[in-house]
């Protein structure tokens, strides 16, 4: 079935740090591909996505590339700062009709300290 | 705000009390899920109804009875749980439209059971 890995944490970084977290997918299909965030005490939050090979998602500083040769979607940032302290999770849905929910991986917990 | 409001956020309830977790989304979506989310565990999808109809029950015990009455609202009726079941119990919507299925949170419902 499908499934996504990502690198286990706690992930600590300085403030201005760059921050690279892993992740790798199994899927059968094409699938869709969403990075979550989730601050403490909240939900998860969208923060991007790709849909198809070579698409990159972007948002408040974040990035991803959906890389289908090497089936990968790593975070990336060039300067951490505290506010991004959180756990973030990668994800996948398949692309085929019908409904077919997120599969997370387990996530990541990030702590930038001034 | 995310669009899908979930009450209550914070829930104590003893093991043999019957209580019920409540979702409403204002985004339009057509499906909506629960999730459970435990320290130390991977999210758990638990339910997943697409146009009101249940499409998707995750082997979750019978002490957990989901409800969609329309397809903006969704329940979550709770009853002789066990101390195990306290987590953080996420709704979620979505928009189901063939590819790229991005799912919208809610805040969760933290729940202690005593």
């Known amino acids: 079935g499908d499934s996504v890995t990502q690198m286990e944490g706690p992930v600590t970084l300085s403030e201005e740090a760059f921050l690279t977290i892993n992740c790798t997918y199994t899927?059968?299909?094409?699938?869709?591909l969403f990075w979550y965030v989730q601050y403490p005490g909240e939900g998860l939050q969208l923060l991007l996505k790709?849909?198809?090979?070579?698409d990159k998602g972007s948002n408040k500083g974040f990035e991803a590339t959906y890389r289908k040769e090497t089936t990968s979607f790593h975070l990336e940032k060039g300067s951490v700062q505290v506010s991004d302290s959180a756990v973030y999770f990668c994800?996948?849905?398949?692309?085929?009709?019908?409904?077919?929910?997120?599969?997370f991986g387990k996530g990541t917990r990030l702590s930038v300290i001034a | 705000e995310t669009g899908v409001t979930q009450t209550p956020r914070h829930l104590v309830m003893g093991m043999t009390n019957k209580k019920s977790l409540k979702c409403e989304q204002h985004?339009?979506?057509?499906?909506m899920y629960w999730y459970k989310q435990s320290a130390k565990k991977p999210l758990e999808l638990m339910f997943v109804?697409?146009?009101?109809?249940?499409?998707e029950n995750n082997s979750v015990p019978s002490r957990f009875s989901p409800e969609c009455p329309n397809s903006s609202h969704l329940f979550l009726h709770l009853h002789t749980l066990q101390p195990e079941d306290s987590a953080l119990y996420l709704c979620?919507?979505?928009?189901?439209?063939?590819?790229?299925?991005?799912?919208?949170f809610g805040e969760g419902s933290w729940l202690t059971v005593v």
């Open positions: 979620a919507s979505s928009q189901v439209e063939g590819s790229g299925n991005t799912i919208y």
């Open positions: 899927a059968t299909g094409y699938p869709s």
């Open positions: 790709a849909t198809k090979a070579d």
């Open positions: 994800a996948l849905s398949e692309s085929r009709s019908g409904n077919t929910p997120l599969v």
């Open positions: 985004l339009g979506h057509n499906a």
């Open positions: 109804y697409n146009f009101k109809e249940q499409t």
